[in-house]
Structures are given as C-alpha cells and as structure tokens.
C-alpha cells in the first residue's frame, strides 16, 4: 500500500471497518446507479410544475427541465462528497422524492418558486440548528417509531400515486368516481402501453435484485417510447387527443451532451418572502411538515442502512452521528437555495452497502458520479413521464416494505398509522396523512387515561397540526 492509499484508507479507516478501496469504488459505482433516476424525476416533478403566477423554476414559461437536472446532480454530487468526507460514511444524497411533490403540489401552488425554496432553505436552517443543539435527537425519540414508519409507508402510497396519475394510467373524470382506469376505464393507448410494459420490466429486475434496476428502466422504457412514437405518431396529449403523451412527445435527443450553469437557479429563492405571500401561521405549518418529513426520513434511512453496513453500536448508536445529520441538515438547506428542493440522506445508499461498502470513500465516488451527470442533463428532456412514472410505483413499493414493521393488533399505534398512510394519496397531500397520524395518535392515548405517556413535545406538534387543519375557519374569522 503506497503513501496515497495509506492516508485514504487511515482518513476513511477503510481497513479498520473490513473494507478495501475497490470494495468502496465498486459500492459508490452501485449506489449511483440505483439512484441516479433522481436527475430524471425530480426535474420531471419540479421544472414541470407551475407555481401560485403560473411560472416555472426560472421565472419563465418554459420548463427548464435540463437546468434544473443539472441543479439536482450538482447538489447532489457535492454534497454526497461532503456526507462521505465529513460523516464517513457510505450514505449518499440527492433530492428527496416525497418532498419535492409537497413542494410542488402544496406549497408553489400558494406562492412563488422562488418563496416556496425560500422556505426549504429556511427548514434546512432550523434542522441544522436542531442537530448543533441536540434537540433533533430529543424529538426523534419523542415520535413513537411506529408512527415514523407508517410515514415512510404514507409517502410511497403518494409517490405511486403520482407514478399512475402521471402515465395516464389513472385518470380524473369531470363526474363519476374521482379516478378510473386508463381513457373510460380501459387501457386502450400507445402511451400507456409503454407505462405497463416500463413497470413490469422495472419490477421484473427489481424482483432479481439488478443493480441500478430503476435506471435501467427508465432508460430502457425511454428507448421503448422513442420507437413507439416513430411508428404510432400519438403525438402531444390534449383534450381532443386522449391517447397522446402525457409531458413531452419522445423523440431523438437533439443533443446529448450540454452544459447548464446549475448556479444560475441559485440566484432563485427568497427565504422571507413566503410570510408576505401567505399568514404566518401557513408559512410556519409548511416549513414545519417539511422539517417533519425531512427529520424522518432521515433518522430512519441512517439506521436502517448503518445497521446493514455493521455501523450501529450495541446502545444503537451510529459513529459520526452529529457529523451525519449536520450534514444532511446542510442538504435541505442547499436544496432549497439551488432551487431543486430539499436534499436528503437516501436509502439506495443501501446498494453500494450491499456491494460491501462500509466507508465514506463510496460516497465520494457516487458524489464525482453526480457531478459528471451535470453534462448529461440535455438527455432528461427526452424521458416522458409514461417512461419515469414505472420508476415513481417501484420506489414507492419499495418504501412501503416497511410497512411490516407496524403492530396491527396494538390499536394504540395502529389506527394513527393508518391514517398516516392512507389519507396521504387521498388527499395528494403530506402533511395532511402526518397531521392526521399525531392527532389521532395523542387523542387516543388521551381517550385510554394514558395522557402520561405522551412526551411533551409530541403535544405540541399535535396542536400545530391541530392549527393546520383548522386553518381555513382560523383565516375566516380573523380575516386572514
């Protein structure tokens, strides 16, 4: 071992964890490759939506989708090199699916862009203050873990949710019941047979544990609609043609390398502006359930994988663990500021985990992965949403598995999980599913003579989702 890879291995303490510099590349290589589908949908979930002026990412009319995929690889690459030099550990970032559709559905629909990432940069703000305090761990342990789990599992129902809306598999109708099948209940267009067949391919090779199976699909099912489009001509979806594409026609890219300045969506958030836009009260309960989706997420992928890579102590605790959550505390507040929403610790890191990954070297490699991916970002343009939605449905199975972790029997945890889970897709909302979660969770405890057990903290979440619920008759009746 010569003097560079004596220092690397020492800094990572690469040997010490049983592990070797090639064991470490070829993890960050599998980890890349099983989340580097964020660049193509996050884009597709962001630059495609429209927010409270009807103007996109950018301020202007046009989706700049390959902009804000640069944005997402080059946040994502640096700060994944951060989580592995500062944490070190094999932990990789980018932006957080689940909360890129709150941003987009719930809070641009109410402001502006740059407002709305104002107030993802502010919630990274409070998260790092949290860690530097240590009160982010007091309120960790305040939430009863089950209910940390059906929040997890509430989101992947929301994410697949999306998935099937967005290919047109499932549909609006103006009268009848809120959803139905396809075009009239049947499955009849070229677009969505690209759908079906981009899903069962994605599960097939999820189902044989394929490295970088949802990458592969998405490209694969890209390829598909490409040849489908040449010789079906669907053309654009519109109310006069139904069986069309649902975003963009899939066509040849004109180009397949490109450079956007991912600074440049820098220059595009404002992180006050929110409270001049709506109440106070409003723009308080946003950043609260993005702190809150955020906060979990987190805690729950750093056990979960830390446990698989032999990091948790025998007291449960991870090494570093500080270093970890500042760092993923930065990544929600870079996040907002690059305008590609919050970024946060993903659980595909477990990929490069199962390749043998055990140090933060594997997530230098995945981060310099990212940043190549900058100048790629002209290929996004290409992908429909008929070809990254089967992706939206696998990710969302794959984070509803936890699912079992939850105690049916025990009615006490059972019926606030439920309603964590399920009334998230139903109401296409978040924070609602999470609201819903804690009150029910504290009423019940309450109804039971168990008040005691409640931790204080947890009272005082329910009452500000309390607040948020009731926050239509709260702006009637002050006029708000």
């Not at 900058?374 to 699912?403: D, K, N, Q, R, S």
């Not at 609201?435 to 409640?454: C, D, H, P, Q, T």
């Not at 204080?456 to 008759?473: H, Q, R, S, T």
């Amino acid at each position: 071992m010569n003097d560079t890879s004596g220092a690397i291995d020492r800094f990572f303490a690469i040997s010490a964890r049983g592990s070797t510099i090639s064991r470490e590349v070829r993890g960050g290589l599998a980890t890349f490759f099983t989340m580097a589908y964020i660049v193509v949908l996050n884009p597709i979930i962001i630059a495609n939506g429209t927010d409270v002026e009807k103007q996109v990412i950018g301020d202007g009319t046009t989706p700049n989708v390959a902009l804000v995929a640069a944005g997402t690889a080059f946040v994502a690459g640096v700060l994944t090199i951060l989580m592995g030099v500062v944490g070190r550990v094999p932990f990789a970032m980018a932006a957080g699916l689940g909360l890129n559709a709150f941003v987009t559905f719930n809070i641009a629909s109410v402001m502006t862009w740059e407002e709305a990432m104002g107030l993802v940069f502010l919630e990274g703000v409070i998260i790092a203050i949290l860690v530097l305090t240590g009160l982010r761990t007091a309120v960790f342990h305040a939430i009863p873990a089950q209910l940390k789990t059906a929040i997890s599992v509430g989101i992947g129902l929301f994410i697949a949710l999306i998935g099937f809306v967005d290919a047109g598999f499932v549909r609006r109708v103006p009268a009848g019941p809120p959803l139905e099948l396809g075009i009239g209940g049947a499955l009849t267009s070229w677009p969505i047979f690209v759908f079906i067949v981009g899903l069962l391919a994605t599960v097939a090779m999820v189902a044989r544990k394929v490295r970088g199976a949802i990458l592969i699909g998405i490209v694969g099912t890209t390829v598909l609609a490409i040849v489908v489009e040449l010789l079906t001509k669907s053309g654009q979806a519109t109310a006069d043609n139904p069986d069309g594409w649902q975003l963009n026609v899939p066509s040849l890219p004109e180009q397949i390398l490109g450079f956007h300045n991912p600074l440049t969506l820098f220059t595009e958030f404002d992180p006050f502006g929110a409270f001049s836009r709506v109440s106070v009260l409003l723009a308080v309960l946003f950043v609260f359930t993005l702190l809150i989706t955020d906060f979990f997420d987190t805690m729950g992928t750093i056990v979960g994988v830390g446990r698989q890579a032999n990091l948790v102590r025998e007291d449960g605790t991870i090494p570093r663990t500080r270093e970890i959550l500042l760092v993923d505390s930065i990544g929600a507040a870079v996040g907002g500021a690059g305008s590609v929403s919050s970024n946060t610790t993903y659980i595909e890191s477990a990929a490069g985990v199962g390749e043998g990954a055990r140090t933060g070297l594997a997530s230098v490699v995945t981060g310099l992965l990212f940043l190549v991916a900058i100048f790629f970002a002209p290929l996004v343009t290409v992908v429909p949403y008929e070809a990254a939605a089967p992706a939206l449905v696998v990710v969302g199975f794959l984070m509803m598995t936890a699912i079992r972790d939850i105690d049916w029997n025990d009615y006490e945890i059972s019926i606030p999980a439920f309603l964590t889970i399920v009334i998230m897709p139903f109401t296409y909302s978040i924070s609602n599913g999470i609201g819903a979660g804690f009150i029910s969770y504290v009423l019940i405890k309450v109804i039971r003579g168990k008040a005691r057990e409640i931790h204080p903290l947890l009272w005082g979440v329910a009452v500000l989702f309390v607040l948020y619920f009731a926050i239509g008759p709260i702006r009637a009746l002050f006029g708000i």
